[in-house]
């Protein structure tokens, strides 16, 4: 009898392994990364985002890519950090896509989280997804606004010259 | 071997520091004791526990042997983690009105400096570390004993704490050497009916100890082949990471460590990042105990690794047991998602186009 008790613990261990550590979803992220890179340097209507920090083990850079309309219609990212911040902000760019600039301002860190089913000790990585998702948006309109500002000048110094 | 190599069913085992495997031989002599020779080793009156305190003693010269003390001079405990407990509690609370000093590193184990912490609250000073005469000297051997020589009155050893399951024994059982000679003398933590000269008081563990035993007999008589051994895989390890990684840092000083420990810094690439994509082999980044907190390794730091480097460093536990073809598979793995890592890190990015990443204002969370 001892030794049938005995064969079932060892067996349950061997058919449902020990819990890992890493949620499938975030593994997945890692073993087919979709969206990792950066456009091309000087590409037009890109946003990028440059959050985090070498000393925290945490440092993303996310671009977004947006077309005369308003809507993000590409997104690119490269994450130093690990396994549950590659995935959030893996993740961070799967769901920009699509969406327009203020419907991505909507992105919460507790989806992106709830999503991963990130521990509490991993919250912090979907937090800085968030926030590099409002970096490159917040990029996106400097950018935008002085392309514009600067095109509003060339205007009225046509008009100048034209004058 | 090629990366299309079939993975092994179960991860390849490379984290020697937080364990080691049961010595089959070890296992051998525990079983009798956890079968039939089930006595007390404290009951006087009958041959159960004259059997099984033979056994004990004969296990605790084994241990004695190792590093060159007396029997005498040999208490069991559970564990390294009690070992310097009693150490750093017992002997300072003994001597606490002549002596309140006390004297540590930066890179002791966690239930050192807690136990330094404890002793500070109850009024003992902490200072930094120097020699000096007439200072108890205190250990902790448990990484050391069984893979190098360790001789306690060539160290002027006073109190040395060892652990089982870091040199193929058992979990569960350690020893603290405490010097007779000249005397040193703790207060036992742990009240009870006396045992282990009154030091550690509680039924000593006769299947835990005999394994205990056999692994430091075992240990004692292999040091040298199981080093030669340890050596070469380590030095395999790293020439091949070497040749197909550059900015690989090794931690620690190359001449004047033990090879077994390999803790490698890969720049630009997150440690834990690693070691979920080395999937199939067991590691760990930094030290076990404190991986509950996301500070780096403290230990890394106060020897002087950069804050970011702390973060992207793995440690390879190299043993008795493990295998050339092991440390081929694990470096080439490494070798391969290290690349695949550093192609998804905008610090290599950086570094690739030639910026300064010192130079950059990071915004802090």
Known sequence: MFNALARRVVQDLRQSPAKRLYHEKVIDHYENPRNVGSFEKGEERVGTGLVGAPACGDVMKLQIKVDTNGKIVDARFKTFGCGSAIASSSLATEWVKGKTVEEALKIKNTIIAKELCLPPVKLHCSMLAEDAIKAALNDYKVKQSSIDSAKDQEISAERVSVQ | ?365
């Open chain 2, 1 to 365: 071997m090629s990366v299309s190599t079939p993975r092994p069913s179960r991860a390849l085992y490379l984290d020697a520091q937080s364990t080691t495997p049961l010595d089959p031989r070890v296992l051998d002599s525990m079983l009798p004791f956890m079968i039939s020779m089930y006595g007390n080793p404290h009951s006087r009156t009958h041959s159960y526990g004259w059997e099984t305190e033979k056994a004990t003693e004969d296990a605790r010269k084994s241990v004695a042997d190792i590093i060159g003390a007396d029997p005498k001079e040999i208490i069991f405990t559970s564990g390294a983690t009690e070992s310097n407990n009693i150490a750093l509690k017992g002997c300072a609370k003994f001597y606490r009105e002549k002596k309140d000093h006390i004297i540590t590193t930066q890179t002791e184990h966690k239930c050192v400096l807690d136990s330094c912490r404890y002793l500070e609250n109850e009024g003992f000073q902490i200072g930094e570390l120097c020699r000096s005469k007439g200072v108890f000297f205190h250990t902790d051997a448990a990484q050391a004993v069984g893979k190098i020589p360790i001789n306690v009155n060539d160290l002027n050893i006073d109190l040395m704490s060892i652990s089982g399951h870091k040199i193929y024994g058992p979990k569960g059982v350690g020893a603290l050497y405490v010097r007779r000679r000249p005397r040193v003398r703790v207060e036992a933590l742990q009240s009870g009916g006396g045992q282990e000269r009154g030091i550690r008081s509680g039924t000593v563990p006769t299947p835990l100890t005999v394994g205990f035993g056999t692994a430091c007999a075992i240990a004692q008589q292999e040091l040298e082949y199981d080093h030669k051994w340890v050596e070469y895989l380590s030095k395999r390890l790293v020439n091949k990471i070497n040749a197909e990684l550059t900015k690989v840092i090794r931690n620690g000083d190359p001449d004047h460590s033990y090879p077994g420990c390999v803790n490698l810094s890969f720049a630009y690439v997150e440690g834990e990042s690693l070691l979920m994509a080395l999937k199939d082999v067991a590691l760990s980044s930094g030290s076990a105990c404190t991986s509950a907190s996301l500070e780096p390794s403290y230990v890394l730091r106060a020897i002087g690794s950069d804050e970011d480097l702390a973060h992207s460093s793995i440690r390879f536990g190299i043993g008795r047991f493990s295998t050339e073809e092991e440390i081929d598979y694990t470096a080439e793995k490494c070798i391969h998602h290290v690349k695949r890592l550093r192609a998804m890190s905008p610090l290599w990015e950086m570094v690739e186009e030639g910026i300064d990443i010192k130079t950059i204002k990071w915004s802090q969370h």
